[in-house]
């Protein structure tokens, strides 16, 4: 009886061993994949061709918001952080373009909810720069790249400070002056 004692014992000490390099290869991971471009998400993804468990993190604008049809989550589509000071002259010369060559340009992320979630405050808003951490699956759907996240909170937005793009102006009277 005792034999069988202590090879539980040791089987648990391997396990718990197994468990601690696993936490301690996460943390050494997860700071390296971090990104606050597209551009270097996509090469990211075009070079490594990360496996379903890898992870990054990015700090990025929310572009658009959708809920899932099934309330179970929503599709946030990203561009650049750093575009947040231009977001709105950015967003109309995204909608100029054709679908392929504006799926080069964002980011899109599913975050999936462990529960059905009420439709009540909204989790993300446009033109908001976040902090996303643990993506994962990242892939290409045509050419667009995608990744997921599961069981995220509400996220506190990084920069809100939605400052008033100067080339908005400059775009808008350029607008009314071809009317």
């Known amino acids: 009886m005792r034999a069988g004692i202590d090879d539980a014992e040791t089987a648990a000490a391997e396990l718990l061993a197994e468990a601690d390099a696993e936490l301690n290869d996460q943390a050494t991971v997860e700071p390296t994949n971090f990104f606050v471009s597209v551009k270097e998400v996509r090469e ?28 179970r989550g929503t599709r946030v589509t990203l561009v650049d952080g750093f575009m947040q000071s231009h977001f709105k002259a950015y967003c109309r010369r995204l909608e100029k373009m054709d679908p392929f060559r504006r799926d080069a340009r964002v980011l899109q992320v599913t975050v999936w909810d462990p529960k059905i979630r009420s439709r009540g405050r909204p989790r993300f808003q446009t033109g908001v720069v976040y902090e996303l951490k ?46």
């Open 44 to 71: 990211f993804v075009k070079g490594e061709v990360p496996a379903a468990a890898v992870f990054i993190s990015v700090i990025m604008c929310v572009l658009t918001v959708e809920h899932l049809v099934n309330n």
């Open 134 to 179: 643990k993506i994962h699956t990242m892939k290409f759907y045509h050419d667009m790249v995608q990744g997921s996240i599961v069981g995220l909170d509400s996220p506190a937005p990084l920069f809100n400070n939605q400052a008033r793009d100067p080339a908005d102006e400059d775009e808008k009277e350029e607008e009314e002056e071809m009317m």
